[in-house]
Structures are given as structure tokens and as C-alpha cells.
């Protein structure tokens, strides 16, 4: 261990390796100190863990809880309005993500059903008739487009919307309030109004399933008398959250990090069968979905350290993605890469319970994409293209794409 790198005041996130590495401070502090303290913007006195074994470890270890109502977790952002936190945060019914056993075990185990492989793959026939629609009607629009708006975002909508049972119609109000609902620093007062309109929506629409089920996952739980009304709006709300965003993301960024690898895209294109490795690598390259908070419940030693009891500590999946002792030369996309192990769907029981939905997602929409827009391209310079520093899940805001040809 070496104490030659400064403690960060407050998390690095400039973007100044590249759009798709971690920033450089980050970069050093994982080289000298893998798992370091850090000071929070209110002066609390925390830690940062970058290191792959070392976030490994932490994801595993229940000691370190997800919870926020036992003790203060710290927050990195800086919402004006906001003031600093005195006291723990009241737990919101059904998000078990912020959850340990047993009530995480409870509600996690009333969905493990839902998403087996088993089921997912019986779905895949029909996520790709929903990514050939979409890619159907960017087809029959001029370019430039953008991506994200045409293609990335409505597919995993259309589909985490039939399997929840929420109407497609509704999208424009979800998509807005959860988009607002990730700005890192965002307004208090619209931060509150979009979880706010995002919550009466979805407890309008679960009390709706209560009194008429349907054939989608919302009536299963719903016809559960183990669940309130409460805690099925707010696994509702983490589900439907979670299974637009994250995938919009990764199929937006994706290709804008393929486009930016000509030869790496080339390859893919002379040989589909490498879809399974890319998708992977592209998981464990991009990592969106980064930085994820813990609250120490007892002294615990991680690599070399002591935390101490009361210490809100941060993971960076990402950094852990890039660490040089898990992936040789982790700042490189490289498509034949055997990425498995990667962190990008969360390690321990708090595990992506959709990463199988999402991985048949990226499949078939990377396939569909490149095989019906064979000279796809960005239509503006890639330094210009805007990216998702200010978000709680990264990506880019729009993504200009033309073509000169597209097969049907």
C-alpha cells in the first residue's frame, strides 16, 4: 500500500482518459491504493473502493449494509436545496435494493421466478420481433437520427412494459420523471416532483392490478396477499426504472464505443458468432452503471484497511472493471476478450436479478442494428457527442447516427 496519492475530496468524474475509461484520478488512486478514503462533500470521512478483489469482497460481505435507515450514508452529490443529512433516511416499502436479509430475502424470492433464464429465453423470439419493429421505422426515417430517441431507449421500454404490464402509452411520463430522477444534482423540489409523479402513477396502476389482473408480472405480485400496495408500488418503480435505463444505456453507449473501434466493429460484423464475448466485454468496458454506496455496520478489515464502524463507503464498478491485476489491458475494448467475472451486474445477494433479460436484449439489438444499418456512422464528431457525466447511470444524451444503406 502506498499513501503517496492525496485523499479526493469529493469523487473524481471528469472523463479525461476517454468516454469509456474510468477518469485518470481514479485510474492512479486504484494503482496505489485500492481501497482509500475519501471525503464527502459534507466532510464526512468515508471510503472509496476501486479495487476488483476488493469490491468483490465488499459485495459479498452482508457487514456492509445496503441499508439507509440504520445510519447516515453520506451522499456524494450536491443538491442545492438539500441540506446535509442529520439523520438516517426512512426505508421506502419494496425497495429491496436498499434492503439486507431478511427483508431483502423476502421480496427478492417473490421474483426470482420471473426472471429465470429459463424464462427469459423463452422470450427471446420476441424481443427480437420487437427490435426488428423498431428497427422498421428508423429505417423509414432520413438521417441523420438519433439513436437513442429512435431505437435504444424504445426497445428495452417496449419490453419491460409487457412484461410488467404498464401501458407503452404511458411512456413519455415514466421516461421524463425517471430521466429527472437521476440527475446527480439535480433541483430538490423537481427531483421530489418526479419521484413523486412516477410513484402516484405506479400506485394507481398496481391498486389497478389488484382489482383486475392480467397475464403480466405486476398481477402475479399483485395477486400475492404477503405484498402492500406499498411495497408492489416500489418494487414496481425499481423494476421499471431499472429495466429501461440501464439497457437504453448500455445499447446507446455501446455503439457509440463500437463506432469509435472501427476495426473491433469489423470484426464483429465477418463473424455474428462473437456477439455472446461483445456483449460481455462491452458490459464490463462501459460498466454505466458505476458507483454504489454501502454503510459499515461493525469495524471490517478490506484490503489492508480498517473501516470503520458508521463509514459510508463507495464502490466504483467501473474502476473495478479496468483493474490491470483482474483484466490484462483493461482500457482496451476487445471483443474476443473472455469477460466473465466482471462486476457490471453487481456481485453478492444484491446480484442484477434482470441481467439475463438484459444480456438477450443487447444481443439482439446490437445484432439487428449492425446487420440492417451495415454503414452506420456517427453523424457528428465524436467530441461533440453530449455524455451522461451529470447522470446516475452513464451513457450519452443523444447519439446522431446516418446511413447510407439499410438492409431489410
Known amino acids: 500500500m502506498s499513501q503517496t496519492v492525496p485523499i479526493p475530496h469529493g469523487l473524481p468524474t471528469e472523463r479525461d482518459a476517454s468516454p469509456f475509461d474510468p477518469p485518470r484520478e481514479i485510474t492512479r488512486l486504484r494503482e496505489a491504493r485500492p481501497v482509500s478514503p475519501l471525503v464527502f462533500p459534507d466532510g464526512h470521512e468515508g471510503w472509496l473502493v476501486t479495487g476488483y478483489d476488493a469490491v468483490r469482497q465488499l ?40 434492503m439486507d436479509p431478511p427483508d431483502h430475502t423476502r421480496l427478492r424470492r417473490k421474483l426470482t421466478g420471473a426472471f429465470t433464464v429459463r424464462r427469459m429465453r423463452q422470450l427471446e423470439e420476441h424481443i427480437i420481433d420487437i427490435v ?37 402509452a404511458d411512456r413519455a411520463t415514466f421516461q421524463d420523471n425517471s430521466a429527472k430522477f437521476l440527475v446527480k444534482n439535480p433541483d430538490l423540489d423537481e427531483k421530489m416532483a418526479a419521484y413523486g409523479a412516477m410513484t402516484t402513477y405506479l400506485a394507481e396502476l398496481v391498486m389497478s392490478k389488484h382489482a383486475a389482473p392480467g397475464e403480466d408480472i405486476l398481477s402475479d405480485l399483485a395477486r400475492d396477499d404477503d405484498l402492500s400496495i406499498e411495497e408492489l408500488t416500489g418494487v414496481a418503480f425499481l423494476l421499471l426504472l431499472a429495466g429501461h435505463e440501464t439497457t437504453a444505456n448500455m445499447l446507446a453507449l455501446g455503439t457509440f464505443a463500437l463506432l469509435e473501434h472501427p476495426e473491433q466493429l469489423a470484426e464483429l460484423r465477418a463473424d455474428p458468432d462473437l456477439l455472446p464475448d461483445a456483449v460481455e466485454e462491452l458490459l464490463r468496458y462501459l460498466s454505466i452503471a458505476d458507483i454504489f454506496y ?102 450519452v444524451h443523444e447519439l446522431p447516427v446516418s446511413w447510407t444503406e439499410a438492409a431489410r
Open 59 to 98: 459485495m459479498a460481505d452482508t457487514r456492509f449494509s445496503s441499508r439507509q435507515d440504520i445510519g447516515i450514508v453520506h451522499a456524494l452529490d450536491n443538491i442545492p436545496g438539500m441540506p446535509a443529512a442529520t439523520e438516517p433516511s426512512p426505508q421506502i416499502p419494496g425497495l429491496f435494493i436498499a
Open 132 to 168: 426488428e419493429r423498431q428497427l422498421d421505422e428508423m429505417a423509414r426515417l432520413t438521417p441523420p437520427v438519433d439513436l437513442v430517441k429512435e431505437f435504444a431507449l424504445p426497445v428495452p421500454s417496449l419490453v419491460i412494459c409487457e412484461l410488467l404490464g404498464v401501458p407503452y
Open 294 to 395: 454501502r454503510y459499515a455496520t461493525e469495524d471490517i478489515e478490506l484490503g489492508g484497511e480498517t473501516i470503520g464502524k458508521g463509514s459510508t463507503v463507495v464502490v466504483s464498478l467501473l474502476a473495478a472493471n479496468h483493474d490491470p491485476k483482474r483484466f490484462d489491458h483493461p482500457d482496451t475494448l476487445d471483443l474476443h476478450r473472455k469477460a466473465r467475472g466482471h462486476l457490471s451486474f453487481g456481485h453478492g445477494i444484491h446480484t442484477c436479478l434482470g441481467q439475463q433479460l438484459a444480456r438477450i436484449e443487447m444481443r439482439a439489438g446490437f445484432e439487428g442494428l449492425l446487420r440492417r444499418f451495415p454503414t452506420l456512422q456517427l453523424a457528428i464528431p465524436a467530441d461533440e457527442v453530449k455524455l451522461k457525466t451529470d447522470m446516475n447511470i452513464y451513457g
